[in-house]
C-alpha cells in the first residue's frame, strides 16, 4: 500500500507541474478568446488522472528525480489531447450522452453540442500539430506521428468506440469485450509507453506486450468502478454503463472475476517491468498496483 501512496503522490506532483506547462502552451496557441479556443482549454485543463501523458514521461526517463525535457513533455500534451478529444466526443448525445467529467459538465453542456463537436476536432488537429514540432530527429517525428494516428484512428480507439456502441444490449463473450477494450483503451496508453521508447530509441516492440496489460488494467478496474463507486468520487456519472446496457468486465465476468482478472494484469505488468529492467528508482515500478488499487 506505500507504494501505491507513493505513486500517488508521484502522479499529483506531475498532473500539477504538467497542466502549468500545458496552460502556457495553449497560452500561446490559443490567442482568440472564442468559443472554440474557450472550449478547448476546458476541456484540455479539466482536472483529469494525466495517466497517458505520465507514461509517456516515465518510459523516456522521466522519473523521481528527473524532469521531462520538453521534447518528451509537447509529446505527452499530443497524447493527452487525443486522450481529451475522444472523452468530448464520447459525451456527447449521439454517443454516450453523457452529462459529467472530470468532476463538471462536459463541453457540450457547458457550452453547446456544435461547440463540443468542432472542440473534439480541434483537440485532435492540434495533437499532431504538436507532434509536427517536436525538436528530435525527422525519423523519430514520423514514428511518433504514426503510432499516435494508428492508436487514434480507424484501426484503434475510434474503431474501439464503434464497437462500444454496436455492442449496447449485446450478449458478448468475454473475448468479444476483450476486443473492444484493447481498441478503445488499452490502444492509446499503449501508444503513449511505444511513443516515450521511441523518443528515447529504446526498441519500442519490447514495451508493447507491457502496455497491452496496462491498458487492460485500467480498462477493467474503470468497469468495476463503475459498478462500485459513486459519480462523485470518479468525476463521471457512475452507473452509466449498467444503465445504457453496455457490456463490461463486471456484467460479463462478475464482480469477483473482473476483480481477479485485474490482479492477473497487475501482475503480469509487474512481470514485464523487471523483464524489461526497469531501473527500481522509477515510479513506473509502482504503477501497476496503483492502477489496480485506484479509487477514481
Same mark, same amino acid.
Given at each position: 500500500?506505500?507504494?501505491?501512496?507513493?505513486?500517488?503522490?508521484?502522479?499529483?506532483?506531475?498532473?500539477?507541474?504538467?497542466? @502549468?506547462?500545458?496552460?502556457?502552451?495553449?497560452?500561446?496557441? #490559443?490567442?482568440?478568446?472564442?468559443?472554440?479556443?474557450?472550449?478547448? @482549454?476546458?476541456?484540455?485543463?479539466?482536472?483529469?488522472?494525466?495517466?497517458?501523458?505520465? #507514461?509517456?514521461?516515465?518510459?523516456?526517463?522521466?522519473?523521481?528525480?528527473?524532469?521531462?525535457?520538453? !521534447?518528451?513533455?509537447?509529446?505527452?500534451?499530443?497524447?493527452? !489531447?487525443?486522450?481529451?478529444?475522444?472523452?468530448?466526443?464520447?459525451?456527447?448525445?449521439?454517443?454516450?450522452?453523457?452529462?459529467?467529467?472530470? *468532476?463538471?459538465?462536459?463541453?457540450?453542456?457547458?457550452?453547446?453540442?456544435?461547440?463540443?463537436?468542432?472542440?473534439?476536432?480541434?483537440?485532435?488537429?492540434?495533437?499532431?500539430?504538436? #507532434?509536427?514540432?517536436?525538436?528530435?530527429?525527422?525519423?523519430?517525428?514520423?514514428?511518433?506521428?504514426?503510432?499516435?494516428?494508428?492508436?487514434?484512428?480507424?484501426?484503434?480507439?475510434?474503431? *474501439?468506440?464503434?464497437?462500444?456502441?454496436?455492442?449496447?444490449?449485446?450478449?458478448?463473450?468475454?473475448?468479444?469485450?476483450?476486443?473492444?477494450?484493447?481498441?478503445?483503451?488499452?490502444?492509446?496508453?499503449?501508444?503513449?509507453?511505444?511513443?516515450?521508447?521511441?523518443?528515447?530509441?529504446?526498441?519500442?516492440?519490447?514495451?508493447?506486450?507491457?502496455? *497491452?496489460?496496462?491498458?487492460? #488494467?485500467?480498462?477493467?478496474?474503470?468497469?468495476?468502478?463503475?459498478?462500485?463507486?459513486?459519480?462523485?468520487?470518479?468525476?463521471?456519472?457512475?452507473?452509466?454503463?449498467?444503465?445504457?446496457?453496455?457490456?463490461?468486465?463486471?456484467?460479463?465476468?462478475?464482480?469477483?472475476?473482473?476483480?481477479?482478472? !485485474?490482479?492477473?494484469?497487475?501482475?503480469?505488468?509487474? @512481470?514485464?517491468?523487471?523483464?524489461?529492467?526497469?531501473?527500481?528508482?522509477?515510479?513506473?515500478?509502482?504503477?501497476?498496483?496503483?492502477?489496480?488499487?485506484?479509487?477514481?
Amino acid at each position: 500500500m506505500a507504494r501505491t501512496t507513493d505513486f500517488s503522490a508521484w502522479l499529483a506532483k506531475f498532473a500539477v507541474d504538467f497542466d @502549468k506547462q500545458l496552460s502556457v502552451v495553449l497560452d500561446d496557441a #490559443l490567442s482568440d478568446d472564442s468559443r472554440l479556443d474557450q472550449s478547448v @482549454k476546458y476541456a484540455l485543463l479539466g482536472k483529469g488522472k494525466r495517466i497517458r501523458p505520465a #507514461l509517456c514521461c516515465l518510459v523516456a526517463g522521466a522519473g523521481a528525480s528527473n524532469a521531462p525535457n520538453e !521534447a518528451v513533455m509537447r509529446t505527452a500534451m499530443a497524447i493527452e !489531447a487525443v486522450h481529451t478529444y475522444s472523452l468530448v466526443h464520447d459525451d456527447l448525445p449521439a454517443m454516450d450522452d453523457d452529462c459529467l467529467r472530470r *468532476g463538471r459538465a462536459t463541453v457540450h453542456v457547458e457550452f453547446d453540442e456544435a461547440t463540443a463537436i468542432l472542440c473534439g476536432d480541434a483537440l485532435l488537429t492540434y495533437a499532431f500539430e504538436l #507532434l509536427a514540432t517536436v525538436d528530435v530527429a525527422a525519423e523519430q517525428r514520423i514514428e511518433l506521428v504514426r503510432v499516435l494516428s494508428q492508436a487514434a484512428g480507424h484501426n484503434g480507439m475510434v474503431m *474501439g468506440q464503434h464497437l462500444d456502441i454496436d455492442a449496447t444490449s449485446q450478449s458478448l463473450s468475454f473475448e468479444a469485450l476483450q476486443n473492444i477494450h484493447l481498441l478503445k483503451t488499452t490502444a492509446l496508453i499503449a501508444s503513449a509507453i511505444e511513443m516515450g521508447a521511441v523518443l528515447t530509441g529504446q526498441n519500442a516492440d519490447k514495451w508493447r506486450e507491457f502496455g *497491452g496489460h496496462i491498458g487492460m #488494467l485500467f480498462q477493467v478496474v474503470d468497469d468495476i468502478l463503475d459498478a462500485t463507486a459513486d459519480s462523485e468520487q470518479l468525476g463521471k456519472t457512475a452507473g452509466k454503463d449498467d444503465a445504457a446496457q453496455k457490456p463490461t468486465a463486471v456484467s460479463v465476468l462478475g464482480l469477483d472475476e473482473a476483480r481477479e482478472f !485485474a490482479a492477473q494484469q497487475c501482475a503480469a505488468a509487474e @512481470k514485464g517491468l523487471r523483464q524489461l529492467g526497469v531501473e527500481s528508482s522509477n515510479p513506473l515500478n509502482q504503477l501497476p498496483s496503483f492502477l489496480l488499487d485506484r479509487s477514481f
